[in-house]
């Protein structure tokens, strides 16, 4: 088995609209070590991230964080430990289009 330690994905959506920040490819198992969500901006403005296994519709359970506050010109981190399979996707949504995601961990295939 190989482990490749990487920046898995990075995405800044446009406003109100949700995005594959990272989909674990096939035969591969991910852990997530840490995300971050900058707001870029002086307005504040909040942000969401979701958890999708094998990649289902959005559903209100898969959400780890909803409508979360998030202020101008700030920075929120998560040091969480996810394990993902094959196919699971982390999803990322902003109300202001002005946040940046990074989702960084290991991939072992």
């Known amino acids: 088995m190989a482990e490749a330690l990487k920046i898995l994905g990075q995405e800044s ?37 979701s958890v999708a296994k094998a990649g289902a519709a959005d559903a209100l359970k898969q959400y780890i964080y909803y409508d979360q ?10 040091t969480i430990g996810m394990t993902l399979s094959a196919t699971d996707a982390i999803r990322v949504y902003s109300a202001n289009g002005s946040v940046s995601f990074n989702v960084f961990g290991i991939e072992v295939s």
């Open 69 to 78: 506050f998030l202020d101008g010109n700030s920075s929120f981190l998560v």
């Open 13 to 49: 959506p446009a406003a109100a609209t949700q995005v594959d920040l990272y989909t674990v490819p096939a035969a591969t198992q991910s852990t997530i070590s840490t995300l971050t969500v900058a707001n870029r901006v002086s307005t504040a403005t909040t942000f969401r991230i």
